[in-house]
């Protein structure tokens, strides 16, 4: 794993986010020394929605070159849905390894604090035994029926806070809290990130849409404060489709957006 390498894709995907970013590189550095077996603790990436948890993790795996996974805790009530049950199927942690054909991608446990609170404790139960390298190495998955050793799976959790985690899975944790993005981020994030790759992803070159610089600030925050950025992406990748839409109509073929038409392509504002 070449360091250099990646804290040039940290820092392609991701802007700003410069303290995340280094305590990442520090903890890939430690994870080369250590042979690539990630031994303790676990990273967990802390924040409000949006704020790019999913896409650091994403950014890790790309930076080992290695197989990405991820499993949404989400509402998760039955702990069998990652232990496997005897006569149905594998658990999602094993389905998890299946779908990435190697036994070390790196997988994320997303939203492990939003589990199900009748199930909370045989889920966390299960998930220390997941997260623990002195019990992960002899996982039992019940439709499996035998140890499978999870050691060389580099896993990475998610939360939108911990109050909800047993202590005994944070004792395992190491949290990196993910701040909230000022308007003026969002503002080059959107302008300089969002925009371009969103073009080249419709196909549109990127002068094809030109948006006024007194527009940004209104474009970030059209109903209020958002801690993340997942609405502003949905609203630029909103606004790319309905001008492609009048491209391929032939009603234009590129455009200016500025106080006389924006309402048109982001109604919501």
Same mark, same amino acid.
């Given at each position: 794993?070449?360091?250099?390498?990646?804290?040039e894709?940290?820092?392609?995907?991701?802007y700003g986010l410069?303290?995340i970013?280094?305590?990442?590189?520090e903890y890939?550095?430690?994870?080369?020394l250590?042979g690539?077996?990630?031994?303790?603790?676990?990273?967990?990436l802390a924040?409000l929605a949006?704020?790019g948890?999913?896409?650091?993790?994403?950014?890790?795996?790309?930076?080992?070159?290695?197989?990405?996974?991820?499993?949404?805790?989400?509402?998760?009530?039955?702990?069998?849905?990652?232990?496997?049950k005897?006569?149905?199927?594998?658990?999602e942690?094993?389905?998890?390894?299946?779908?990435?054909?190697?036994?070390?991608?790196v997988?994320?446990? $997303?939203?492990i604090? @939003?589990v199900?609170? *009748?199930?909370?404790?045989?889920?966390?139960?299960?998930?220390?035994? #997941?997260l !623990?390298p002195a019990q992960?190495?002899?996982?039992?998955?019940?439709?499996?029926?035998?140890?499978?050793d999870?050691?060389?799976?580099?896993?990475?959790a998610?939360c939108?806070?911990t109050t909800?985690?047993?202590?005994?899975?944070?004792?395992?944790?190491?949290?990196?809290?993910?701040?909230?993005?000022?308007?003026?981020?969002?503002?080059?994030?959107?302008?300089?990130?969002?925009?371009?790759?969103i073009?080249?992803?419709?196909?549109?070159?990127?002068k094809?849409i030109t948006?006024?610089?007194?527009?940004w600030?209104?474009?970030?925050r059209?109903?209020?404060f958002?801690a993340?950025?997942r609405?502003?992406?949905r609203n630029? $990748?909103g606004?790319v @489709?309905k001008?492609? *839409?009048l491209?391929?109509?032939?009603?234009?073929?590129?455009?200016? #957006?500025? !106080?006389?038409?924006?309402?048109?392509?982001l109604?919501q504002?």
């Amino acid at each position: 794993m070449d360091l250099q390498r990646a804290k040039e894709i940290l820092d392609k995907n991701h802007y700003g986010l410069n303290e995340i970013k280094e305590r990442i590189l520090e903890y890939l550095a430690v994870l080369k020394l250590q042979g690539g077996v990630a031994r303790a603790p676990i990273l967990c990436l802390a924040g409000l929605a949006g704020t790019g948890k999913t896409s650091l993790a994403i950014s890790i795996a790309e930076a080992m070159e290695r197989k990405y996974e991820r499993i949404a805790f989400g509402g998760l009530g039955d702990p069998y849905f990652l232990r496997g049950k005897k006569d149905g199927e594998p658990g999602e942690i094993i389905k998890a390894l299946i779908r990435a054909g190697t036994k070390n991608p790196v997988m994320l446990l $997303d939203e492990i604090d @939003r589990v199900d609170e *009748k199930a909370r404790a045989t889920i966390m139960g299960v998930l220390l035994e #997941i997260l !623990d390298p002195a019990q992960n190495k002899s996982f039992l998955d019940h439709y499996v029926d035998k140890p499978f050793d999870l050691s060389e799976v580099l896993f990475i959790a998610t939360c939108n806070n911990t109050t909800n985690i047993a202590t005994a899975v944070l004792d395992r944790l190491e949290l990196l809290n993910m701040p909230a993005y000022t308007d003026e981020q969002k503002i080059t994030i959107a302008r300089d990130y969002m925009l371009p790759k969103i073009l080249q992803q419709t196909g549109m070159g990127e002068k094809t849409i030109t948006i006024n610089a007194e527009m940004w600030p209104k474009i970030v925050r059209p109903l209020g404060f958002d801690a993340g950025i997942r609405t502003l992406e949905r609203n630029i $990748d909103g606004m790319v @489709r309905k001008v492609a *839409k009048l491209i391929v109509e032939g009603k234009l073929t590129n455009i200016t #957006i500025d !106080d006389n038409n924006v309402k048109e392509f982001l109604p919501q504002w």
